[in-house]
């Protein structure tokens, strides 16, 4: 039986209350316009104020050609590395952190307690310092928008940051660009149906940009989605790889200039019916750190692809050398475990230094979604009066 409906004496409002609360954005509908990011980076934006109702990502117009690639930033100012600037014992920077941390002997330092969106000048001249002698450099529970994290990339890049001029970036905020791979999108099936993460045997160890005239410095990630588990990160030091050779093979080294190629191809304007090219640069082999001074090497295998005045038998002899120590020395390297659940994670990085590669290992657990700002540095240099990191420090007096 129906209840009985009883009198009230209750007047009916005039207006429907409305109760405050959340309000939750619509999204377009997913296409080849709009992807919906995952749930963490939308609380991100959201807070930010990113607008994303005009799609996702932000994907600028292809260059097309090797000749628009080859003009991008050949005529920067001279770079005022922030490094140079700091205290040497950087007190602004681990007096305000709870924690600092050597993660290895060579590489890799977490600071603990320490938001980067609050960092004053002072403290970023010393963050600067402290990566480019540690190479790589951890942040737990950071709160960071990608304007923020846009204001410091160009600080530390002395006001210059890669705008990449064709992966996908944040809408509204040229310059930081996306790092997102959701499950499975990373393999590559190569035509027999072989699935593969990194065909070709190179593992994926790289150093972004390299074929710029004046390659990123210090570079910084701030991961706002990981998987469950896996999607680690591994970064190796190009200065303890030139502390691997010998005395004699470290002078062959020096002063050998590499050839350098980008990472994508393009169309040749004078011959545009031709396949497309990758952009080819000469940098030194071994280059000087303008803060610390040390020599690194400054060569990866996926785009170091010659030596200048070698042939080629000579060049791939000494460059597969190179390749084997940095990629395969396990005291030279930090491997990097991302935390998953709400809390976002940030690692600044010296890419003049390093190598860095991810481990595809994720498939079914989740995705990886990051947001870049790569700070642009030096035209590459060798000063042959510059000493190797462990002649520098005398760790072998
Ligand atoms: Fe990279």
Redesign the pocket.
């Given at each position: 039986m129906a209840p009985v409906a009883t009198e009230t004496t209750t007047p009916a409002p005039a207006h429907p209350v409305v109760k405050p609360g959340p309000v939750t954005p619509v999204y377009p509908q997913e296409d080849a316009n709009f992807k919906r990011p995952p749930a963490n980076t939308l609380r991100r934006y959201e807070k930010a104020g990113i607008d994303i109702s005009q799609g996702y990502p932000y994907l600028p117009n292809k260059p097309e050609f090797v000749q628009d690639v080859e003009k991008l930033q050949t005529n920067l100012r001279d770079f005022v590395d922030p490094g140079t600037r700091a205290d040497p014992e950087k007190k602004a920077l681990f007096g305000a952190a709870k924690e600092v941390r050597d993660l290895s002997i060579h590489v890799g330092t977490e600071i603990v307690g320490l938001q980067l969106s609050e960092l004053n000048d002072k403290q970023r001249d010393e963050l600067a310092l402290l990566v480019a002698e540690r190479s790589v450099v951890f942040f737990r529970d950071q709160d960071l928008s990608p304007q923020k994290q846009k204001e410091l990339g160009v600080y530390l890049g002395d006001g210059e940051i890669e705008i990449h001029p064709q992966v996908p970036q944040v809408p509204g905020v040229p310059g930081v660009t996306l790092i997102w791979e959701r499950a499975r999108e990373y393999i590559v099936k190569d035509t027999r149906g072989f699935r593969n993460a990194y065909p070709s045997g190179s593992y994926g160890w790289?150093?972004?940009l390299v074929h710029l005239a004046f390659p990123p410095g210090y570079t910084h990630l701030h991961q706002d989605t990981v998987p469950e588990v896996g999607g680690d990160t591994l970064w190796a030091s190009g200065y303890s790889a030139y502390d691997k050779f010998s005395p004699a093979f470290r002078r062959i080294l020096d002063g050998l200039n590499g050839i350098y190629r980008s990472a994508h191809q393009y169309k040749d304007a004078n011959d545009p019916s031709a396949p497309a090219r990758h952009v080819h640069i000469v940098h030194p082999l071994v280059r000087t750190h303008p803060v610390t001074g040390f020599k690194t090497i400054f060569a990866n295998r996926a785009m170091t692809v010659g030596i200048e005045g070698l042939d080629k038998a000579e060049s791939d002899a000494i460059l597969n050398h190179i390749h084997d120590v940095y990629e395969k020395s396990t005291d030279l390297q930090i491997r990097w475990k991302w935390t998953p659940g709400t809390s976002a994670m940030g690692v600044s990085w010296d890419n003049r230094t390093t190598i860095?590669t991810v481990s595809y290992d994720y498939e079914g657990k989740g995705e990886r979604h990051g947001t870049r700002v790569s700070s642009l540095a030096e035209k590459p240099f060798f000063d042959p009066k510059s000493k190797s990191r462990r002649e520098a420090l005398g760790l072998d007096a």
């Open positions: 790289h150093t972004d860095h």
